[in-house]
């Protein structure tokens, strides 16, 4: 789909009062966790609440959760982006606890079903792109390259209009991605490590390599013109997520981006830096 169309597509989703104001914002979203020690967003519109991956134990998910009003047990489905540990390895408790469904693409559904009886049970396996409703919110899917079997962003929407795009585990920015996150009101992207303080840091040399391939992280600078290319179309908030404890800074990320944004005249898209276990709001 050519990016104009996409676009074209997109705003129509937004709802218009008479007035012309857009209509009461009612989505909500954190970011629980975020990083390499584990990974989970959560969202909700009125009594639909979902996760993006579950990649901290059941109970540190739980208590996030329940520092918001809200508790494990309230959550109607857990969509995953890949299978890697760090955004899986909450699954089997939950699963054993609460049942919840968990949607995943078929190339990395062996390897999460493989992580016990109880996840294999409730883990439900969709193609590479796939479009669940979750009551009133709509959750679609877009491939984002990874060293991992498949890895999936995904684009999240309510009856009402309002619009949220996950991208994380970014090797490199493709036009799918570019393509998919077009004109979304919010979004969670990934800014992992300084390109200087990684390849200058004390990583093994096989891991600097992973970390730099078209399948590894994504660098603060091409997150920036990420976001910035976001911002030109319409993006309003920005929070930049899984971040290198190592390799990078909650400030080197934000400045990279800020200063695109700013340099470019996007000084009022609000930007902000998930934390790796305190709950940050995304919108
Ligand atoms: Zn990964
Ligand atoms: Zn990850």
New binding site residues.
């Given amino acids: 789909m050519a990016l104009a169309d996409s676009r074209a597509k997109r705003n129509s989703f937004w709802s218009i009062c008479p007035n012309g104001q857009k209509t009461k914002d009612t989505m909500i979203a954190y970011t629980l966790f975020s ?2 020690t584990g ?1 989970s967003i959560y969202i909700k519109n009125g009594s639909d609440e979902i996760l993006i991956d579950a ?1 901290k134990s059941a109970s540190a998910i739980d208590k996030a959760l329940c520092s918001l009003g809200s508790a494990l047990k309230s959550i109607k489905a857990i969509f995953l ?2 299978e ?1 540990s ?2 899986t390895g909450g699954l089997e408790i939950i699963s054993k606890k609460h049942h919840i469904p968990i949607h995943i693409t078929a190339p990395s559904y062996p390897r999460v079903a493989y992580q016990g009886s109880f996840v294999s049970q409730s883990a439900i396996s969709h193609k590479i792109h796939y479009e669940v409703k979750v009551g009133s919110l709509t959750v679609r899917s877009f491939c984002v390259p990874h060293d991992s079997i498949q890895n999936v962003g995904y684009i999240i929407t309510t009856d009402e209009g309002e619009s949220l795009g996950i991208a ?2 970014i090797g490199h920015v493709t036009d799918e991605i570019k393509e998919s996150l077009l004109g979304v009101e919010c979004a969670i992207v990934e800014s992992n490590h300084d390109k200087f303080l990684l390849v200058a840091g004390p990583y093994p040399e096989f891991l600097k390599h992973r970390i730099l391939a078209d399948t590894g ?1 994504l660098a603060n600078e091409d997150s920036a013109e990420l976001c910035l290319f976001l911002a030109k179309n319409g993006t309003k908030s920005i929070t930049l997520a ?1 971040l290198s404890r190592e390799n990078n800074s909650p400030e080197l990320a934000f400045l990279a981006t800020r200063e695109a944004l700013d340099k470019n005249g996007y000084g009022e898209v609000c930007l902000s830096v998930a934390s790796p276990c305190e709950c940050v709001k995304v919108r």
């Fill in positions: 990083g390499s990974n990649g982006t890949h890697h760090d955004h994380t585990d992280h899984h």
